[in-house]
């Protein structure tokens, strides 16, 4: 009985880990997306300009 929750607990442990790497893939490509915004400001005509500028505001 004691294997069978030892199981559990590093099934539970094993599928921390995997969520912190999905978090971790998330804020990598949220400041990818990010930086691509911002390149967009920086370069981009008006209306780019708006559009960035409206995603941020919100």
Do not use: P, W
Request: charged share 15%; glycine share 2%.
């Amino acid at each position: 009985m004691t294997n069978f929750f030892l199981q559990i607990s590093s099934l539970n442990t094993m599928s921390r880990s995997k969520q912190q790497l999905i978090h971790f893939s998330q804020a990598k490509l949220d400041i990818l997306m990010l930086t691509e915004c911002i390149n967009l400001y920086n370069v981009g005509n008006e209306l780019q300009k708006q559009v960035v500028h409206n995603c941020f505001v919100k």
